[in-house]
DNA sequence: GGTTGAACCAATACTGAAATGGTTCAGTAC
DNA sequence: GTACTGAACCATTTCAGTATTGGTTCAACC
């Protein structure tokens, strides 16, 4: 046999071929990625080629791997994530959205102070994946990473279990995840814009005022969610 | 057939068997009782006289039952106590803080909202024990509640679970409960006013008020802390 | 150097049987 | 009616065995 063992760049065209894969969303389960077995048949390469692709996809924070798991879209869930899923008290989505403001300009306020240059890196990473995703599914994952880098960045413990506390009730109250969601391109464009304040003054080691983009940004989401259930009242 | 069918008080006999069977403290797997099946057999009684006998015990808190799982002497397992647990060994006295400088402004903020007349006066009462206390492990008794009382005020679910979980591995990291305390007069003197501050902003529903008394407050701890542990360094 | 294919390792998920507390019901004895 | 027994069934958890998946190593090929 000894069908084709050369093809000089078999790592970069793979990694682009995942890269399109993620961008158009389009997964089978989606947030998993085929298992590398069945990425190396069906790309036709060998696994090498395929891991080194993942690899390269892991280091920029785009997907997370476990062995045993498998390969996934977004950030790695905390570890402490299974243990606060145990305590997490019952809240209405007002107050999950109170939690919020009080929590995350914090956080945004740290991440500014401690971010490094791969860092931000990262940030941006996810929020172009944000700004690219064409569903609302999409969307939530890559929201919910960038948020959720913010507060591993912030370095703090205590706050990021904080963090993982209310994420944890966000993502349990699925009836009224679809409030959350924009409901127009304006909209879209606006959290972009929103994300890129907030992601500037990080990389700017502005404290106080990625404190005050984040503020903004959560003030749009509540207000938002604020009007979609009185706009279901009435 | 039908043997005895009759036994009047079994379930007063069997609750003091097995009352001995935990005195003596002789269980096949120590912290666990044999099933109610086994019970049943062994102690000849029926299954629900059983039954009877350990929902008395259950509610004397003396054992507890878990579906699938079993009966255990003891208290249930606490899932907060386990998260505490793994937070404790990868926090130091400086990021317990620092949440506490991100959490606690927020909260007093809400509670300025919220509290009612009656709470401000609770909050005075707890001050003033405070203020009144002769010996620092009283100090540090009515402070830790005071701090709570505003806490539980600001009324978020989320939030106080927040705060409880930072105040719990506060109360663990004991190998650092004595740099916390004050070393002088003036120093009481001073946390006895800025509890006053934040007490009359709250009670003038100051929100921003609050917030910064709160900040200046922990500011003053977090100095303190600063300067008791380079003290110890140099 | 990079790539392929194969095998093996280690962690995780999955499946099905068994164990266990929770519940209901008919029957029995007082 | 009250209390107890026995049996059956339900819901949750555990446990053991199997399959899946990422992680690793190796020989061979260009």
Redesign the interface.
């Known amino acids: 046999m000894t069908l084709e063992a050369r093809n000089p760049d078999n790592t970069n065209r793979v990694l682009m071929q995942i890269r399109r894969m993620i961008d158009s969303g389009d997964l089978p389960e989606h947030p998993r990625l085929p298992n590398e077995r069945e990425l190396s048949t069906r790309l036709g390469a060998g696994r090498r080629a395929v891991r080194n692709a993942l690899e390269a996809l892991e280091a920029e924070g785009l997907i997370w791997r476990r062995q045993g798991k498998g390969t996934f879209l977004g950030l790695p869930p905390d570890p402490?994530g299974a243990?606060?899923a145990?305590?997490?008290?019952?809240?209405d989505p007002l107050?999950?959205m109170?939690?919020r403001l009080?929590?995350e300009p914090?956080?945004a306020?740290?991440c500014a102070r401690r971010a490094t240059g791969e860092d931000v890196e990262r940030l941006r990473a996810l929020a172009d994946r944000v700004a690219a995703s064409g569903d609302a599914d999409s969307r939530e994952l890559w929201d919910g990473a960038l948020h959720r880098l913010i507060a591993r960045i912030a370095d703090?413990?205590?706050?990021l279990?904080?963090f993982s506390?209310?994420d944890e009730?966000r993502m349990n109250e699925k009836w009224q995840r679809d409030r959350q969601r924009a409901r127009s391109a304006e909209k879209l464009a606006l959290y972009a814009r929103q994300h890129r304040k907030i992601i500037e003054a990080i990389e700017a080691r502005d404290g106080p005022g990625a404190r005050q983009a984040m503020t903004d940004h959560l003030n749009e989401l509540s207000g938002n969610l604020r009007a979609s259930m009185a706009e279901d009242d009435g």
């Open positions: 402490a243990l606060v145990e305590i997490v008290p019952a809240s107050s999950v109170e939690a009080y929590l914090g956080l306020e740290l703090n413990r205590l706050l279990t904080a506390l209310m009730v």
